[in-house]
């Protein structure tokens, strides 16, 4: 079956628009997470959905950050006025259930913020 | 602020050696670990996870574990060309919870 996609792959916005990045996660995977990787640095976590529930978004940088999936399966996170500080890999994970230690990520989103 | 700290590397090993990952962790409430291998410009992909103490052994792979001294190591039996990438460290408090990560170490298989 299809693993974790992400859309776009690659996104150029210029300082202060709003992005929306896409998560399709494996069909039938209850828990959804999303990560930001900078260049050279580990995934830092964001934020993590069970279904269509938000269970934590403590590593949202700020307020401009928002997540939803709002019908449990496909994801979007969207940056709203994007700054330069802002770019990175934007990773996408999903895992079966609760009773499960993978994670599986999708290829990312590089976005790039001129 | 919990933490996994390893070391950026590079670490150049020789094919056909042995390389040797190391990485600690802060937070003494975290109960399953996990190596993750990156090539550049890929998304992470896991090798393997390790919640008991001591080692465990997957073909070329072990993971070795020590909770007291809070440390998490993994081996690569036979280093190939192939395994050159980033590898990733990260702990997990309980199941199914956000994964926290180390920066990576970068692995150089030197043919």
């Known amino acids: 079956g299809a693993g974790v996609s992400q859309s776009p792959r690659y996104k150029v916005a210029k300082r202060g628009q709003d992005v929306a990045l896409r998560c399709d996660p494996i069909?039938?995977?209850?828990?959804l997470f999303w990560y930001q990787q900078a260049l050279g640095q580990g995934p830092e976590f964001l934020t993590y959905?069970?279904?269509?529930?938000?269970?934590?978004k403590s590593g949202l940088p700020s307020d401009r950050f928002f997540a939803e999936r709002p019908e449990g399966s496909v994801s979007t996170l969207k940056i709203q006025r994007t700054q330069q500080e802002d770019s990175a890999v934007y990773l996408c994970a999903s895992s079966l259930g609760t009773a499960t230690y993978e994670q599986y990520f999708g290829p990312g989103t590089r976005l790039t913020v001129t | 602020q919990k933490e996994v700290e390893q070391n950026s590397g590079p670490l150049s090993v020789p094919e056909g050696a042995i390389a040797s990952l190391n990485c600690t962790y802060s937070?003494?409430?975290?109960?399953?670990f996990f190596w993750y291998r990156q090539y550049s410009g890929k998304s992470p992909e896991l090798i393997m996870f390790?919640?008991?103490?001591g080692d465990k052994e997957d073909g070329r792979f072990t993971a070795q574990l020590n909770k007291a001294s809070q440390y998490v190591s993994l081996l690569i039996r036979d280093s190939q060309p192939s395994d050159s990438a980033t590898y990733l460290c990260a702990a997990q408090m309980n199941r199914d919870d956000k994964i926290i990560f180390g920066k990576g170490t970068r692995l150089h298989i030197l043919p």
């Open positions: 959905f069970q279904n269509e529930a938000q269970l934590d």
């Open positions: 069909s039938g995977h209850v828990s």
């Open positions: 937070d003494r409430g975290s109960q399953s």
């Open positions: 390790i919640y008991s103490n």
